[in-house]
C-alpha cells in the first residue's frame, strides 16, 4: 500500500491564481479530510468527506472547495489564491465509523502564495 | 471534546522509557484518548487510542488511570527517530456530528543520544 498520496510537495503561486491539491488513498477508506497547518495554529479542518459523493465544511472552508467523485481520491482546490492561505496542508483519510479516529496523514504539501 | 494539558516539553535519554503525560480533567464517559504525533516536517502519525483499560501496541503503550482524568504514553526504549511532537487528544471514537481532530499544542520530546 502507498497509504496517502499527496501531489504536489511544494507550490508556489502569485495571488489570484487557482490550482488543485491532489490527495489519493489505496486503502479504501470511506473518511477523508483536509488540513491546514500554521505556525502556532495547529491543525484545523477545511473539508472533510464521509464517502464518495459527501462532503462538508470543517472549520476553516473559505476559499476552497473539494468533491469527492470516487472513493480514492480526495482533491482540494484553491480557486484565487491568498497570501493568507500560505501554510502547510494536510490530507487524511481513515476507516470512517468506529475507526474514525485512527487516521492516516499524508506528507503534506507546502503552499506558499506571493 | 473534553479539553487537554501537556507539557511543553520534555527530555528523554536514547534507549530509556519516555512517560509522556496528559490530563484530560473534564472527559465524558464515552470519550476515548489518542495520541497522535509529528515527526518534523511529516504528516501526523496516529500511535494509539484506549476508553479505560490500559493499551498496548507495536509502538508504545497507554496507560488511562482509573478515574480517566489524566493518562500516560510509554515509548517503552525511546529512538533518536522518536524525536517528535506528540498529541493527546480526547473525542468520541466515531465521527458523530463532529468530524474535527482537535489538535493542541502537544508536547515536544526530545531524544538525547
Known amino acids: 500500500n502507498a497509504g496517502v498520496t499527496q501531489t504536489p510537495k511544494f507550490q508556489v503561486l502569485k495571488t489570484g491564481q487557482s490550482m488543485t491539491l491532489q490527495c489519493a488513498q489505496d486503502m479504501n477508506h470511506e473518511y477523508m479530510s483536509w488540513y491546514r497547518q500554521d505556525p502556532g495554529m495547529g491543525l484545523r479542518l477545511i473539508h472533510y468527506s464521509v464517502g464518495a459523493g459527501i462532503t462538508d465544511q470543517g472549520e476553516v472552508p473559505n476559499g476552497y472547495n473539494v468533491s469527492r467523485s470516487t472513493t480514492e481520491d480526495f482533491p482540494l482546490r484553491l480557486l484565487s489564491a491568498a497570501p493568507s492561505q500560505t501554510s502547510v496542508y494536510f490530507c487524511?483519510?481513515?476507516?470512517?465509523?468506529?475507526?474514525?479516529?485512527?487516521?492516516?496523514f499524508g506528507p503534506g504539501t507546502r503552499l506558499t502564495v506571493l | 471534546d473534553a479539553k487537554t494539558t501537556q507539557p511543553t516539553s520534555m527530555d528523554c535519554a536514547e534507549g530509556r522509557a519516555a512517560n509522556l503525560p496528559c490530563n484530560h480533567s473534564t472527559i465524558s464517559g464515552n470519550e476515548y484518548v489518542y495520541w497522535y504525533r509529528q515527526i518534523h516536517s511529516q504528516g501526523p502519525q496516529y500511535i494509539i487510542h484506549g476508553l479505560k483499560n490500559n493499551e498496548t501496541n507495536e509502538m508504545a503503550s497507554l496507560i488511562i488511570t482509573e478515574d480517566r482524568k489524566s493518562s500516560t504514553l510509554i515509548l517503552p526504549h525511546a529512538t533518536l527517530r522518536d524525536t517528535a511532537v506528540y498529541y493527546c487528544?480526547?473525542?468520541?471514537?466515531?465521527?458523530?456530528?463532529?468530524?474535527?481532530?482537535?489538535f493542541g499544542k502537544g508536547t515536544l520530546l526530545t531524544v538525547n543520544p
Open positions: 487528544i480526547v473525542r468520541v471514537e466515531s465521527g458523530g456530528s463532529n468530524y474535527k481532530l482537535t
Open positions: 487524511a483519510s481513515s476507516y470512517g465509523s468506529l475507526r474514525w479516529g485512527e487516521q492516516f
